[in-house]
């Protein structure tokens, strides 16, 4: 049964802008946690960006003031606006879901549950 599913990778030059989208089905709906992360080549999975049911939300310092996430709960779907993109951003890029969450505590990384397949995201210089 798929859960995460995400869109809108592809190949875009430094200074560009690209949003990427993850609808979320069966089990991962209603999430009180979704995040964004990525992983480059020969690199570990990295955060990116999280967000809670009420559109609470943090981010790496990597990315703090070039990219937005939101969520539409209504569309089960968030999504994540990456603008002034840099060559190092170039990764897969995932969706993520934590099915519980502790009050304001952020989940860890493991604490993850529902992963999307991942999209790959290019920045040429």
């Known amino acids: 049964q798929v859960q995460l599913v995400e869109s809108g990778g592809g190949l875009v030059q430094a200074g560009g802008s690209l949003r990427l989208s993850c609808a979320a089905s069966?089990?991962?709906?209603?999430?009180?946690?979704m995040g964004w992360f990525r992983q480059a080549p020969g690199k570990e999975r990295e955060f990116v960006a999280v967000i809670s049911w009420s559109s609470k939300t943090s981010y790496a310092d990597s990315v703090k003031g070039r990219f937005t996430i939101s969520r539409d709960n209504v569309k089960n779907t968030v999504y994540l606006q990456r603008n002034v993109l840099k060559p190092e951003d170039t990764a897969d890029y995932y969706c993520a879901a934590a099915s519980v969450m502790f009050g304001t505590t952020w989940p860890r990384l493991e604490e993850y549950n529902y992963w999307g397949q991942g999209t790959q995201v290019t920045v040429s210089s």
């Open positions: 069966g089990r991962a709906v209603g999430s009180p946690a």
